[in-house]
C-alpha cells in the first residue's frame, strides 16, 4: 500500500488535465452515448500503458545503474514544465467546456475516434510509459505503485463518464478551468520537488 496510493495520486492528477482524450470523454458523457465502451476503452489503454512503463523501466533500472537517475531527473524536469503550463493556463483563464448539439456517432466510429486521440498521442506516452515507469522505478513495489495508477486511470473515467453530467453547469465556468489547471500545476511541482530530494 506504500506503493499504491503514490501511483495512485500521480496517475490521477497526470489523468486530471484536460486534453483531447478526456474532452472526448466528458462530451461523450454530457450526450449519454456509448458511455461505458468509451469509459472502457480509456482505461484498458492506460492499463497497457502503464503496466509496459513500469515492466520496462523497472527492468532497465535493474540493468543500467545510471539510467533510473536520468530518468528521475528528467521526470522532474517534465513535471517543472507540464506545471509550469498548468500555472500559466490558471493565471490567463480561458474558456469552460462547450459540446456541439448533434446526433453522435455510431459505436465503430466513436472507438475509432477514441483510440486515435489516445494512441496517436505523444503526450500519452510521455505520461504513462516514460513518466510513470521511471516513477514506479524508485519503488520497491513496482507493481503496487503501477496498480494504483491503473486504479487511478480506472476511477477518473469512470467518474467524467458517468459524472459529466453533474459537472456540466461546473465545467461552462471558466474559473473552475482555472481552479483546475492550479491544482495540477502544483501537484506536478510538488511530485517533482520529491523525486529531486529522493
Request: aromatic share 10%.
Amino acid at each position: 500500500m506504500t506503493a499504491f496510493f503514490p501511483g495512485f495520486a500521480l496517475s490521477f492528477s497526470l489523468i486530471l488535465a484536460i486534453g483531447a482524450q478526456n474532452a472526448f470523454v466528458l462530451r461523450q458523457g454530457l450526450r449519454r452515448e456509448h458511455v461505458l465502451a468509451v469509459v472502457l476503452t480509456c482505461a484498458l489503454s492506460d492499463a497497457v500503458l502503464i503496466a509496459a512503463g513500469v515492466a520496462g523501466m523497472g527492468r532497465l533500472a535493474q540493468a543500467l545503474p545510471w539510467f533510473s537517475p536520468l530518468m528521475r531527473f528528467g521526470g522532474a524536469a517534465f513535471l517543472i514544465c507540464y506545471g509550469a503550463l498548468n500555472l500559466r493556463t490558471a493565471w490567463r483563464g480561458g474558456s469552460g467546456l462547450t459540446t456541439e448539439p448533434g446526433a453522435g456517432y455510431a459505436l465503430p466510429r466513436t472507438l475509432a475516434t477514441l483510440l486515435a486521440l489516445t494512441w496517436l498521442n505523444p503526450h500519452v506516452y510521455l505520461d504513462t510509459v516514460v513518466l510513470v515507469g521511471s516513477i514506479a522505478a524508485q519503488y520497491d513495489d513496482r507493481i503496487g505503485f503501477g496498480a494504483g495508477a491503473v486504479t487511478a486511470s480506472l476511477t477518473f473515467f469512470v467518474a467524467l463518464g458517468y459524472g459529466a453530467r453533474l459537472l456540466a453547469p461546473l465545467l461552462a465556468r471558466p474559473g473552475a478551468w482555472q481552479a483546475l489547471d492550479a491544482g495540477i500545476g502544483l501537484t506536478m511541482w510538488a511530485i517533482a520537488a520529491k523525486l529531486i530530494l529522493m
